[in-house]
């Protein structure tokens, strides 16, 4: 009897550790991505309202063409941003990359609020605009890989998926803060306040959360798997190299899941605001309503896909969402077409795909890669893809739809990366439970194992 007590009390003190393990990694993890998206997604947001403070007085296309574009040109600088940051990562540790971004993307961030417009000092003030979101950028391509290797590493290994899936519940909780903003600003002020001052307040706002995550992360260890590397002395010297040498399988598996995860976050989450009021005919408070609700549900189903994978596995619930998403797509924009109530239908259902992608693609991109080249993998597969085909969904969307006259052009925009992730899901083996220190991470041994077993 004693001995089952004993038994009982060693698990019950496992499980009451793991959990504390996993709340300290999700806020350390999750924070900066909270505070990146917020920013994010309030540049989306607020695009009419900056192309008038940033640009000259013109065509209404124009200027919010030019703000997609300063939106899509961030991107672009993110990748080199992935090829200072995940290397780094693999070199010094996780935690230190985590701080080091979050301080970056919060200076330029607050630096934007402040920045004059158009009106003030003339063409200086877009050209400081696309600065200092290129320096958000370039700390952004950071930001991904950081933050998802030390989730991945600090959650327990049977509750992995739902630990990294809070990853992208801090990346919704970012745009529902936004949305939010949002909605509040353009129903609480006019126009002219609007674009006086009420603009800058989301960026504003962000600075003091960066300051907070900051302090978080600071007080942070380093996951226990960099920690073996480590001890061991085999830290990598050249992480990129090593990635491009021996993984290249993976990181172009990695880039399929990642493809697929971005263009519908875009289009469903960024874009399709634009394209309600610009397409559909529907108010501006409306469209962030249906924003917001998808967020909203994001936040629940997320983590709970992220669950649903550790129990049944990551390929089942990854390859049912792209595969759903490649035959609904389309039908989902025309059901948008038959009015408010019809959007809100296809634009929950979409909702629904994007959160079950979002639960699963992220660990299981992590534990693909060995510890040694983790973050290098996860940086670059992330921006590469992100710089390629996330920040242009907006910009592509304007401008194809202008050209055909068509406004179902996201329907199939969206099944060619369905198709994509499909087809990366399939090349994947099964990883949930999997040891995150493969073989060959650590020299001379065959992977040990560096935490608690499941």
Not at 409 to 429: D, E, I, Q
Request: with cysteine.
């Amino acid at each position: 009897m004693r001995t089952c007590d004993s038994g009982a009390t060693t698990t019950d003190t496992t499980v009451a550790a793991d959990g504390v393990a996993l709340r300290r990694s999700v806020v350390a993890g999750a924070v900066g991505v909270f505070v990146h998206w917020f920013d994010w997604a309030a540049y989306a947001y607020l695009a009419g309202t900056i192309a008038s403070v940033f640009f000259p007085a013109g065509d209404g296309t124009t200027g919010v063409l030019a703000v997609f574009g300063v939106f899509a040109v961030s991107f672009g600088i993110r990748p080199i941003g992935a090829l200072v940051f995940g290397p780094l990562g693999d070199r010094i540790g996780r935690k230190r990359t985590l701080s080091l971004v979050i301080f970056m993307m919060s200076g330029a961030t607050l630096a934007i609020g402040l920045l004059p417009g158009y009106a003030s000092i003339g063409i200086a003030a877009p050209v400081l605009l696309v600065v200092l979101r290129l320096v958000q950028g370039f700390a952004a391509g950071g930001e991904f890989g950081s933050a998802a290797s030390f989730l991945a590493e600090s959650a327990p290994r049977r509750r992995r998926g739902l630990g990294v899936s809070w990853l992208e519940v801090g990346s919704l909780l970012g745009f529902l803060a936004g949305s939010f903003v949002f909605l509040l600003l353009s129903t609480g002020l006019g126009e002219e306040q609007l674009l006086s001052w009420g603009w800058r307040v989301p960026f504003l706002v962000s600075a003091p959360l960066g300051v907070i995550g900051l302090v978080i992360r600071a007080r942070i260890e380093d996951t226990p798997e960099y920690r073996t590397l480590e001890a061991s002395g085999s830290v990598p010297r050249s992480p990129v190299r090593e990635l491009l040498r021996s993984h290249k399988r993976q990181l172009l598996q990695a880039a399929g899941l990642m493809a697929a995860m971005h263009v519908p976050f875009y289009a469903v989450l960024t874009y399709l605001v634009t394209y309600e009021t610009d397409h559909l005919g529907h108010s501006a408070g409306n469209a962030a309503s249906l924003s917001t609700v998808i967020s909203l549900l994001g936040l629940v189903l997320v983590p709970l896909f992220g669950m649903l994978s550790d129990r049944v596995g990551r390929k089942p619930v990854f390859v049912a969402a792209t595969a759903t998403l490649l035959v609904v797509a389309t039908p989902a924009f025309l059901l948008m077409r038959t009015g408010l109530t019809g959007t809100w239908i296809a634009g929950l259902l979409l909702g629904v795909i994007l959160a079950a992608i979002l639960g699963t693609y992220a660990v299981w991109a992590a534990e693909t890669f060995p510890t040694r080249t983790r973050q290098s993998g996860l940086s670059v597969a992330y921006n590469v893809t992100a710089a390629l085909f996330a920040g242009t969904v907006p910009y592509l969307m304007t401008v194809l739809i202008s050209a055909t006259g068509s406004t179902l052009v996201p329907g199939p925009y969206l099944m060619v990366f369905a198709a994509g992730g499909l087809v990366a899901a399939l090349s994947l083996r099964e990883t949930a439970g999997s040891a995150l220190l493969h073989a060959g991470d650590v020299s001379g041994t065959a992977a040990p194992a560096a935490r608690r077993s499941p």
